[in-house]
């Protein structure tokens, strides 16, 4: 027997030496504690999932791209 494990192990002593009241209280006390950690986790992910996202950097302005050449602009190779 480990003496640091309850839920099938000290649950079944304590269960013959102390009486059911005892088990049933540790139990209840885990479930409670297992739904009040789901409940915990479920408002942390949904508070996560609808956080308004972080403001990216200001981007540096763009270069300037060359204009595209016209008719008028184009230059034709001498041939």
């Known amino acids: 027997m480990t003496p ?3 839920f099938g192990n000290v649950e079944n002593m304590a269960a013959e030496k ?3 009241e005892t088990v049933t209280y540790v139990s ?11 409940i915990v986790d479920d408002m942390a992910r ?5 956080a308004v996202p972080r403001q990216e950097p200001v981007a540096q302005p ?3 791209q060359p204009s595209m050449a016209t ?3 184009a230059q034709v ?3």
């Open 28 to 38: 209840n006390i885990y479930k409670y504690y297992i739904a009040y950690r789901l």
């Open 71 to 73: 008719a008028a602009t």
């Open 18 to 20: 102390i009486g059911a």
């Open 62 to 64: 763009a270069k300037p």
């Open 4 to 6: 640091n494990v309850w």
């Open 46 to 50: 949904k508070q996560k999932a609808t």
């Open 77 to 79: 190779p001498v041939i």
